[in-house]
């Protein structure tokens, strides 16, 4: 969603004259686009300012857009003098007011919905992958989760807006197609004639445009994994063997504190459907460790999990109490250091899930997209259809972008493979 907004920003910007540079020291406009979800990434913001407000030219202006903007409000202008704005994640398409009045504090965290969708310029190239945004907010409210605060309640896209935007991609250089949300599956949208489109349609929909090849979506919440959604990964061929569907923890007893689905059987009834109707589907989660009152045996249970349903590529992350949420509040917090000790258990077995994996695709063919060049210039990076990266030594003659590559090493990180011509 941030690379999302970033793009926005950008090709906002330019309208305006601007240009991208690298060099904070060069920039006349300095914008951290921010993530609220751990105390760590908020940190980060911080420590990144104060080392770009001694770094940048004294006229140059200064501001963080996002849900760090959101979440400190007016006080960010007071532990940073320096900033000359403050725009929340719906209010990002305000920025131009501060290009007219440069003197002034611009602060708005206000949750404008999706009207910062229309006020926007479309772009006019897109990338390989294009990332469409479908709904924002959340109304799930996990008691760790700081995003319904910043990001307000769900509100979906009109369908057709979608379908504008994912055809512009589509004729502006897009293959690959990714549709976003915080609650990417709860989208539901009713036309003026009392007609309700889903996540399914959308998909069905954008499969029918030649120039793409792949959809994913993108993150979803486990019980909105409705069964029109599930067929559509047996129906439609460019919709990606992928599919994160983050569990949390493996321990009814802590789901239910997270207020999150606590019903295991009901998770492991949906992953099975998936398989029926897609058997070379691979699933992967995100994990909280050290949520509040989590003993040992809970924490078993969460690696039990992990190593039945053999996730891939899984994101995990020590429980982080944020402003706004209930589980800041719980008694029975989890020291640091067990937090640490839990984090690395999981992260061996992820691992470990990720290494078989990645080694049982040696030999395989698959339809990759590149992405461009590694950081030696001598190879490609291409994704497979479990985003998995794959370097490809570059060929001598010019390629498309989508490849059949072999796959011919693996460790747990990547993929080596050769194109076959
Ligand atoms: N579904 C939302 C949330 C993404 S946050 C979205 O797409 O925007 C990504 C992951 O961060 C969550 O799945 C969860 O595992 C983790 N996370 C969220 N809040 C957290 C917290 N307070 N501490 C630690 N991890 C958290």
């Not at 007893?253 to 070379?280: G, W």
């Amino acid at each position: 969603m941030n690379v999302y907004d970033g793009q926005r920003i950008a090709a906002m910007l330019e309208q305006h004259g601007f240009t991208q540079t690298e060099d904070v020291t060069d920039a006349d406009l300095i914008i951290l686009n921010t993530c609220a979800v751990r105390a760590k990434a908020t940190d980060k913001v911080y420590s990144a300012l104060g080392r770009i407000r001694r770094a940048k030219k004294p006229n140059a202006l200064l501001g963080i857009v996002g849900c760090v903007a959101r979440e400190s409000g007016a006080d960010a202008f007071k532990r940073i003098p320096e900033l000359n704005f403050v725009l929340g994640p719906q209010s990002y398409h305000k920025l131009p007011e501060i290009l007219k009045n440069p003197d002034t504090k611009l602060l708005n965290i206000d949750l404008g919905g999706l009207e910062k969708f229309d006020e926007l310029p479309q772009t006019t190239k897109s990338p390989v992958v294009a990332y469409i945004p479908i709904q924002e907010g959340c109304n799930h409210c996990c008691t760790y989760c700081i995003v319904p605060y910043t990001r307000g309640r769900e509100l979906s896209r009109p369908f057709d807006d979608v379908i504008h935007d994912t055809i512009n991609a589509a004729k502006t250089g897009a293959i690959e197609i990714c549709f976003l949300g915080q609650n990417v599956n709860g989208y539901k949208y009713t036309d003026e004639k009392g007609k309700l489109f889903k996540l399914s349609d959308l998909i069905c929909e954008t499969a029918k445009l030649p120039e793409i090849q792949r959809i994913r979506f993108t993150s979803s919440y486990p019980t909105e994994m409705s069964d029109d959604l599930i067929e559509m990964f047996g129906i439609e061929p460019k919709l990606l063997p992928f599919l994160n569907m983050p569990i949390q923890s493996g321990s009814p007893r802590i789901l239910k504190k997270m207020n999150r689905p606590d019903d295991i059987d009901t998770y492991k009834t949906i992953i099975k459907k998936l398989k029926t109707v897609r058997p070379d589907i691979q699933i992967s989660s995100d994990f909280i460790v050290g949520f509040p009152d989590e003993t040992d045996e809970d924490f078993a249970e969460t690696l039990r999990i992990a190593r039945d349903i053999k996730y891939i590529n899984s994101y995990s992350f020590k429980y982080s109490p944020r402003p706004h949420t209930a589980a800041a509040i719980m008694p029975n917090q989890i020291s640091e250091q067990i937090k640490s000790v839990r984090l690395q258990q999981l992260d061996n077995q992820l691992n470990e899930n990720q290494r078989e994996f990645n080694i049982s695709c040696i030999g395989k063919e698959m339809i990759c997209l590149c992405e461009g060049d590694d950081k030696t210039g001598r190879n490609l990076v291409f994704r497979t259809p479990y985003m998995q990266q794959c370097i490809v030594e570059k060929p001598d003659y010019k390629i498309t972008a989508l490849q059949k590559i072999k796959i011919t090493d693996a460790n747990k990180a990547s993929l080596r493979g050769e194109i076959i011509k």
